[in-house]
C-alpha cells in the first residue's frame, strides 16, 4: 500500500468513520452552469445518483426556466391560491431540512409534487415543467430571489432518498445558474439544505495526526 493511499484511508477513517452509515453526497459543478437560451429552448438532464438515468430535466428558453421530474421522482412547490392548482418550485433556505415531512414556512406552505401534475407550470415544447422563472410582456415572476435550494426527492434501486438542486435565480432574468446538486446516501434519511460544504476541522486535525504517524514510521 503506498503512503497516499495509507493517508487517504486513515484521513476518511477519522472525518467520516462514525457516520459511515449515512453521508451526504455532494456534486460542486467545476463551472457554475448558465441555462439560458435566447430562442426556442434547451435541455439539461441532471443525473443525482451517477447510474446513468436521468432523474430531473431542466428546460429553458427565451422567456422561462422549469424543471421537470422525471418517472416517479418529486421536487418541492409552492402551491397556488385557488382557483390554480399546482405552482411553482419552492426556494429553500440554508439549514431546511428536506424530507417526507416538510415543514410550513412564514411565508409558504410548501408540498411535495411531481411536474405531471399540471397548473402553475411553464411549457417548453409539448411537455410541461414546475415553473422556476417566467417573463413575459405583462411582467416576470419567480419564487426565487438569488441563490437557493430546489428540495427534490428521487427513487433509487434502494428506495427514495432526499437532496436538493443548488441554483441561483430571480424575477427580471430569463436564466439561472446552476451550481450542483446533493443528495442523502442512506434512503428515508432527511437532508438539510446548504451550499458545498468547505473542509472541516475534523478533517485537518485528521491529517496532521496521519503526519505525524508517518513521521514517526519514516523515523
Known amino acids: 500500500m503506498s503512503r497516499r493511499i495509507l493517508t487517504a484511508g486513515i484521513v476518511a477513517a477519522v472525518a467520516f468513520g462514525p457516520a ?8 460542486a459543478l467545476p463551472t ?22 436521468t432523474d ?32 411553482p418550485a419552492f426556494q429553500i433556505s440554508m439549514g431546511y431540512s428536506i424530507g417526507s ?6 411565508f409558504d406552505d410548501p408540498m411535495w409534487s411531481s411536474s405531471d401534475f399540471l397548473g402553475g407550470f ?17 411582467g416576470s415572476s419567480s419564487s426565487f430571489n438569488g441563490r437557493g435550494a430546489i428540495g427534490i426527492e428521487f427513487e433509487g ?10 441554483i441561483d435565480a430571480g424575477p427580471g432574468y430569463a436564466g439561472i445558474t ?3 446538486w446533493a443528495y442523502e446516501s442512506q434512503p428515508g434519511v432527511p437532508i438539510f439544505a ?26
Open 20 to 27: 459511515a452509515h449515512a453521508a451526504v453526497v455532494v456534486t
Open 178 to 180: 446552476l451550481y450542483g
Open 194 to 219: 446548504g451550499q458545498v460544504p468547505e473542509p472541516s476541522s475534523s478533517i485537518f486535525i485528521g491529517v496532521g495526526t496521519v503526519s505525524l504517524l508517518l513521521r514517526r514510521r519514516r523515523k
Open 56 to 87: 430531473f430535466t431542466f428546460a429553458y428558453a427565451v422567456s422561462s426556466v422549469g424543471l421537470r421530474t422525471e418517472a416517479y421522482n418529486r421536487a418541492v412547490m409552492t402551491l397556488d391560491p385557488p382557483p390554480n392548482i399546482g405552482g
Open 101 to 106: 415531512t416538510l415543514v410550513p414556512t412564514d
Open 122 to 138: 411553464v411549457s417548453v415544447g409539448e411537455s410541461a415543467y414546475m415553473g422556476i422563472v417566467q417573463v413575459l410582456s405583462t
Open 157 to 166: 434501486p434502494d428506495g427514495i432518498h432526499y437532496g436538493y438542486l443548488d
Open 32 to 53: 457554475p452552469l448558465l441555462l439560458r437560451d435566447e430562442f426556442f429552448g434547451s435541455y439539461h438532464p441532471v443525473d443525482i445518483d451517477s447510474n446513468g438515468t
